[in-house]
């Protein structure tokens, strides 16, 4: 006796509400298993997961390139700078601005005292001076006070004496300022006839070479005055002078420079009206 045959879960097919409608309707059509049927390459279906896919697929290659290209780009960068020589002041100054040795021609700079902290100066030592007289001079006299006259003046033991010819005795000190008292540097016997404000002129020599300005500090009598500033010389051959007022008693005086942190100018003397 043979029994008809019972559905089984798995001979059960459960589709969405809407295909089953669909299908009752007769709008879609079926399989042979009664399913309804799979569109046909004429509407092809692509969802949006495989769009992605598909660009992915497109610019895969790109992508690939863009991520070797760029390490090799810094590698070579690395190659070529390390490839250069390196710079340095001196060979740069070997070349000149022209490109050619004989631009960069340069008359030989002068012997360098370690005691000046890197400013040219010929070492020398100046005749001895003598002791400046007694008398005062007359009203409206210039007068001039030599910086290397190591009779009359107290000079810091820092101080050297430099040999230059367009200096007025033919030599400046070198050495003022760094640093105080070794660097200190005191006129004495600094006469007028009349107490009041006078005329002082300092004359100097600060080739800096970075256009950077030395400064001073100038007590008259013990009396400070404003910090002075003296603006770079042409070069360490050349001497300027700045103007200062002071007061100053009537006859002898004393002024000192002093600089207890930096290295001032060269001096080469003052002149007093």
Known sequence: MTYPRRETPE????????ARAAAA?????????????PPGPETPVRSRRGYRGIRRKENGWSSYALI?????????????FSALPPYTPSSRAATGPGGNAASAARPPS???DAVTAGQPCVVAQPPSIAARPTSTPAAGTVTTYEAEDRTNNK???KITFCSLSAASGGFTISGVGSGSPGGDVQFNGVTVADG???????????ATGTGARRKLLMKV???????LTF?????????GFITVKATLNAGANTILFINALKAGPNLDRLTVK
């Open 155 to 157: 000079l810091g033991p």
């Open 231 to 239: 603006p770079p010389t042409q070069d360490w051959q050349h001497v």
């Open 68 to 80: 070797i290209a760029v390490p090799l780009a810094l590698v070579l960068v690395i190659v070529i």
């Open 221 to 227: 009598n013990g009396k400070s005055l404003p910090l």
């Open 11 to 18: 001979d059960t097919v459960w589709l969405p509400r809407a």
């Open 110 to 112: 002068p012997t360098v």
């Open 196 to 206: 009041g404000q006078h005329t002082v002129t300092i004359y100097f020599v600060s």
């Open 25 to 37: 309707s007769g709008s879609v059509p079926l399989s042979d298993d009664g399913l309804p049927a």
